[in-house]
């Protein structure tokens, strides 16, 4: 209840997030629980505000974790492949990073499984140290803040964790009532 409570405190509290329109409990394929969010109106281009915010959302419930009960679970992998992957996505191709203004990404398809494998990089090792590197600041700056503002906000996130336990989904005017109003940008 905890990590779902987590992502839905994030996503409530940044006024970048999408709306949070639901959070459940009930477990659905190899997903423990879903915090679901959708956008006010349709997008193509997305700012680098946008996606830190994205990164901070899908921290949410590993930083959760660790806040309340003192201890990571596996419970977060998946939370984990999607922000390093979006922290990778920012730093190679669409230079939002220190790294530079350039696209370290292939622009080819990779039809098969393991073609990028058999692909030579088109950067140097120290390229690909920094490229390392700014990826993992991103995703520890990020895991920081949102530490930070689960703390700040842990009555939010004791009361939405309870909601769940006890009713196992709850829907966005449930959400009003317990996380009160959402800031505004």
């Known amino acids: 209840a905890y990590h779902e409570a987590g992502h839905a405190v994030v996503a409530w509290c940044l006024p970048e997030a999408d709306p949070v329109k639901k959070v459940t409990i009930i477990p659905r394929g190899r997903a ?3 915090t679901e969010q959708l956008p006010t109106e349709e997008q193509y281009n997305y700012s680098r505000a946008y996606l830190l915010t994205r990164l901070s959302v899908m921290l949410g419930g590993r930083s959760a974790e660790e806040l309340t009960i003192g201890e990571i679970t596996t419970g977060a992998e998946n939370d984990l492949v999607e922000a390093t992957r979006l922290a990778r996505r920012m730093v190679t191709r669409w230079g939002m990073s220190e790294v530079g203004l350039a696209s370290y990404d292939s622009d080819e398809m990779q039809p098969f499984l393991g073609y990028e494998l058999t692909q030579g990089r088109t950067y140097s090792e120290q390229t690909a140290a920094k490229i390392d590197g700014m990826v993992q600041q991103l995703l520890c700056e990020r895991h ?42």
């Open 32 to 34: 423990l629980g879903i």
């Open 144 to 185: 920081e803040e949102v530490k930070h503002l689960l703390s700040t906000h842990r009555p939010r996130l004791d009361a939405l964790a309870s909601a769940l336990l006890a009713h196992e989904t709850v829907l966005q005017p449930k959400l009003l009532e317990i996380l009160g109003e959402r800031p505004t940008a």
